[in-house]
């Protein structure tokens, strides 16, 4: 669907569907360092759990990105909405992805990074600040990609990390790198 957004192509994929709160896995849950499959897009399974991502994420305050690996599923699909976020330059709004791979990427920077499976800590991890990542909608299974830059290229790494069984502690440059989380009343 040439000319319609990531966004609108991902709700339109989830019309009419019920999201549901998953519970998040933490680390070290077994399902958080292994791989993920591929999945079929279009399956009724796939664009249900899209919908179920979505409402998750946006349960947690703060909260950019899910993959279906942090509510115990080992797939390849991820949400991402770096909408309204300070550090956002760009954004595509609330969009899913499935079977995705970066396919470029430059302009590494270090950035501060926390997670919904690492409740207690946030790390310093070097990240590419403009990426090109392929994948499928889900729904149509339509195969795109998407270019990203700052935020919104950070939290799709993130996410795309976590469908390669990757937790930002595996990026982090050491001990030194890690930090606990602070909390803001």
Not at 48 to 73: F, I, K, N, Y
Not at 117 to 133: C, F, I, N, Y
Not at 172 to 177: L, N
């Amino acid at each position: 669907m040439a000319g319609v957004s990531l966004a609108e192509q991902t709700r339109a994929a989830t019309a009419g569907v019920i999201g549901a709160l998953r519970p998040v896995v933490a680390a070290p849950d077994a399902v958080l360092s292994q791989p993920g499959k591929a999945v079929d897009p279009a399956s009724t399974e796939i664009v249900q759990l899209v919908a179920d991502l979505l409402v998750t994420m946006r349960s947690s305050p703060g909260c950019v990105g899910l993959a279906a690996p942090q509510v115990g599923l080992g797939l390849r699909v991820f949400v991402v909405d770096v909408t309204g976020h300070p550090k956002a330059a760009n954004c595509q709004g609330p969009f899913a992805l499935c079977n995705a791979e970066v396919a470029a990427a430059s302009r590494w920077r270090p950035g501060r990074e926390g997670c919904m499976s690492v409740p207690e800590l946030t790390g310093d991890v070097k990240r590419a600040t403009r990426v090109t990542v392929t994948g499928q909608l889900p729904g149509t299974g339509e195969q795109v990609s998407v270019v990203s830059d700052a935020f919104e290229a950070r939290a799709l790494q993130h996410e795309i990390d976590h469908c390669n069984g990757l937790l930002f502690l595996d990026r982090v440059a050491g001990a030194h790198a890690v930090h606990p989380r602070k909390v803001y009343l």
